[in-house]
């Protein structure tokens, strides 16, 4: 899938609006910030918040898997695994809240949409069903167990527009780590960077990218 090497019309309108999940959806980086931070201490690799930004955020189940397996061994990688994912399911049971200003977007948003996400179904079917916004995405809702190649590499966003019929030129991606965002543009599509999470925004910026740190903004920008 060579995606075109501009946007037909980066201006817009879109013909589709593409959402990550955590952190643009969902304000689950947090949650997943902390806990990595416990698990690094308690199987032998400190990490500050930062390097946990940089190394992981908006990364694959599997890319973050090899990172680890690398520094700690296959083992240590399978124990990290399984406990982060016990630990960020009780956090997102009693903790999780929806991005502030997220349902005022969608609500505002009539162009078609959907998710595209480096998480799995499941977590995505817990944190989306947790926060009221499931129903939403129903049956557009799209991950990167899916492809190949998860983000930087632009496969999962191409997915996304194929499967949802719309050309990639005619995408706009909302995303929040600096691997979204350059897939989006490896992808040939618009990025919005939200920034008002985890990542800086000089992280986001870049080519064919808005960064914009109010979620409530995005309907604005879209047609601006």
Aim: glycine share 10%; hydrophobic share 40%.
């Amino acid at each position: 899938m060579a995606p075109p090497s501009e946007p037909s019309d980066p201006s817009g309108p879109f013909d589709l609006i593409i959402f990550d999940c955590d952190g643009v959806l969902v304000d689950s980086e947090p949650l997943a910030l902390r806990i990595c931070v416990e698990l690094g201490a308690e199987l032998g690799w400190p990490l500050t918040e930062e390097e946990i930004i940089d190394r992981f955020l908006g990364r694959s189940e599997r890319a973050v898997r090899a990172q680890i397996a690398e520094r700690l061994g296959e083992e240590a990688a399978g124990r990290w695994g399984e406990w982060y994912r016990e630990r960020l399911d009780l956090a997102i049971d009693t903790e999780l809240t929806a991005v502030d200003g997220i349902t005022e977007v969608l609500d505002a948003i009539t162009v078609p949409h959907c998710i595209a996400s480096s998480g799995r179904h499941a977590k995505m079917r817990r944190t989306l069903g947790r926060t009221g916004l499931y129903e939403r995405f129903a049956g557009r809702i799209f991950s990167a167990s899916e492809v190949a190649r998860g983000k930087p590499e632009p496969d999962l966003f191409l997915y996304a527009a194929s499967r949802m019929g719309v050309e990639p030129g005619r995408c706009a991606v909302i995303e929040d780590s600096q691997y979204g965002v350059r897939a989006a543009r490896a992808a040939g599509m618009r990025s919005f960077g939200y920034a008002g999470g985890l990542t800086p925004a000089a992280w986001l910026a870049g080519d064919n990218t808005v960064v914009f740190d109010d979620m409530r903004k995005l309907p604005t920008l879209l047609t601006t």
